[in-house]
């Protein structure tokens, strides 16, 4: 779904930004229950190094709440038995740091 689109809908659920690697976050939203990938306008993923700058980027969005994601390859590196979902989700506000 693009930005555009998004900014538009009265109240998102959730807003979701996925810890990618070291410094990389992209987002989705939950909408009327569903998950997106959340696009510029050319159909790419917004991502960004800085997480800051993406609340920045994101703050016409109505969200209900928003979360960071990180899911860890800790079992695989190990050489452990591969877990079902083993991802993390942290409540984070906006405090507009930006």
Same mark, same amino acid.
């Not at 009327?32 to 994101?58: A, P, S, V």
């Given at each position: 779904?693009?930005l /555009?689109? @998004?900014?538009? +809908?009265f109240?998102? =659920? $959730?807003?979701v930004?996925? /810890? @990618?690697d070291?410094a #990389?976050y992209?987002?989705?939203?939950?909408?009327e229950? !569903?998950? +997106?990938? &959340?696009?510029d306008?050319q159909g790419?993923? &917004?991502?960004?190094?800085n @997480? #800051?700058q #993406?609340q !920045? @980027?994101?703050?016409?969005?109505?969200a209900?709440?928003? %979360?960071?994601r !990180?899911? /860890?390859? +800790?079992d =695989?590196? &190990?050489g452990?038995?591969? $877990?079902?979902?083993? =991802? #993390?989700? %942290? /409540?984070?506000?906006?405090n507009k740091?930006y």
């Amino acid at each position: 779904m693009k930005l /555009s689109k @998004l900014e538009k +809908y009265f109240e998102v =659920e $959730k807003l979701v930004f996925h /810890s @990618l690697d070291l410094a #990389l976050y992209n987002v989705s939203a939950v909408v009327e229950g !569903q998950e +997106y990938i &959340i696009t510029d306008e050319q159909g790419e993923r &917004i991502k960004h190094h800085n @997480l #800051l700058q #993406l609340q !920045q @980027l994101f703050q016409k969005v109505k969200a209900k709440k928003q %979360v960071i994601r !990180q899911s /860890s390859a +800790y079992d =695989e590196m &190990i050489g452990g038995p591969v $877990k079902g979902n083993n =991802e #993390l989700e %942290v /409540s984070l506000g906006d405090n507009k740091l930006y």
